[in-house]
């Protein structure tokens, strides 16, 4: 006699940590506007779809900022390499997050090394002495009276953070990746056998992104370089039911 199946719901789910958006909805132009006080370019704002638009480190920093007592905040490195996340950029968007990888005092980009001297006196306050590479984290962004380069302040959240760590070092060639360690960080391997490339400069500053390629980015780019394909993506904790 053939034995009866029962259905049963246990099927292999993707887990969700984090729902995620961009600025999208009625909250945007609010960031819009908070964020143009500090920040007049690369960022755009289209009434009709409710969507802000635009991505660089420091505009990444400043909505961190706004959103963080919302319990929301800008994608991580971590966050990076979640499908969910990834699959947003539909080949078409890049995604910044608000970091600042701090590689070498050598920089070749002008504004880039009027602001390695601001971070300089950061970095020393937190490890105690200038260690590079490190990566930055933490920090908001304001107007600032010395409008040489970027022409704003690193202002220090009460999570500020510096994290050296050799991985760090930029490279002359690709490395990939599938998960991330305690500190966020990137677990690399020379072989080929990953999710995830990392791409990244071998010195001065570098932002940290997800190309329409699905490749994480850390070149040596201006960190207020941005386009109308760029964003900021929100994310928030799922909390579980009980």
């Given amino acids: 006699m053939t034995k009866k199946l029962k ?5 292999n789910f993707e887990e969700r940590r984090i729902v995620s958006s961009f600025v999208e909805g009625k909250g ?5 506007k908070e964020v143009l006080k500090t920040i007049k370019t690369g960022v755009w704002y289209d009434p ?29 490195l971590a966050d990076l390499i979640r499908p969910e996340i990834r699959r947003m950029t539909e080949g078409e ?4 997050t608000p970091d600042i990888i ?39 962004v304001k107007p600032s009276k010395d409008k040489r380069g970027y022409g704003v302040e690193i202002v220090p959240r009460s999570d500020f953070s510096v994290l050296y760590d050799g991985r760090l070092v930029g490279r002359n ?29 071998k010195d001065g500053l570098s932002s940290l992104s997800l190309g ?3 490749n994480i980015h850390s ?24």
Wanted: charged fraction near 25%; aromatic fraction near 10%.
């Fill in 7 to 11: 259905i049963i719901g246990d099927f």
């Fill in 28 to 32: 945007a132009e609010y960031i819009y």
């Fill in 48 to 76: 009709r779809t409710e969507r802000m638009d635009g991505g660089s480190t420091l505009l990444a920093a400043r909505v961190d900022s706004i959103v963080r007592p919302l319990g929301i905040r800008v994608t991580n």
């Fill in 93 to 96: 968007y890049h995604f910044v």
């Fill in 102 to 140: 701090f590689r070498s005092m050598k920089d070749n980009f002008e504004p880039n090394r009027i602001l390695i001297e601001k971070l300089v006196p950061l970095v020393e306050e937190k490890l105690g002495v200038l260690k590079l590479p490190c990566l930055i984290s933490g920090f908001d």
């Fill in 173 to 201: 060639y690709t490395e990939v990746f599938s998960c991330v360690d305690r500190n966020k960080l990137p677990m690399l391997s020379h072989s080929k056998f990953g999710i995830v490339s990392w791409q990244s400069a």
């Fill in 212 to 214: 329409r390629s699905g």
């Fill in 219 to 242: 070149y040596g780019s201006g960190l207020m370089t941005s386009s109308e394909n760029g964003r900021i993506v929100l994310v928030k904790d799922v909390v579980e039911k009980r």
